[in-house]
């Protein structure tokens, strides 16, 4: 990953030079163009280098890096989710009427807000009741 990245990087950065010679040459020299080419290379070498230390503090590589790792290695078990369960989708409509709210009018979000608690607290307590209560 971090090797296209770096690749990537000097890509662009080699488009920027060859943007700035074209543009001066054309007597067109145009800034946001320049800068917007060439801090994509900075920002891809700069997450390339991020990348690469991330994985050297790690101490080993990941289990898709390698090519005797099974499919299980790279298969963490990532916590228990309900297949049934409306609360993430209720908690997304709350969210979203709130964001409305603050882009639209205050009186929206004051409204909404209840709403996103009550989906919040059901979300979290939906195991403590009925059927699948523990």
Request: glycine content about 12%.
């Amino acid at each position: 990953m971090k090797t296209v990245l770096y690749v990537v990087g000097v890509c662009f950065l080699v488009v920027d030079a060859a943007y700035l010679i074209w543009s001066l040459a054309d007597d067109n020299f145009e800034l946001v163009g320049l800068l917007t080419i060439g801090l994509s290379g900075v920002m891809c070498v700069m997450l390339a280098f991020y990348f690469g230390q991330v994985l050297r503090g790690d101490g080993a590589n990941l289990a898709e890096d390698r090519l005797d790792a099974g499919i299980d290695d790279g298969d963490p078990e990532a916590g228990f989710f309900s297949p049934w369960s409306w609360w993430p989708v209720l908690l997304g409509g709350a969210i979203s009427a709130v964001v409305l709210g603050l882009a639209i009018s205050p009186w929206i979000a004051m409204f909404s807000l209840p709403l996103l608690v009550i989906t919040i607290v059901g979300w979290q307590f939906e195991y403590f009741r009925g059927n699948f209560a523990h």
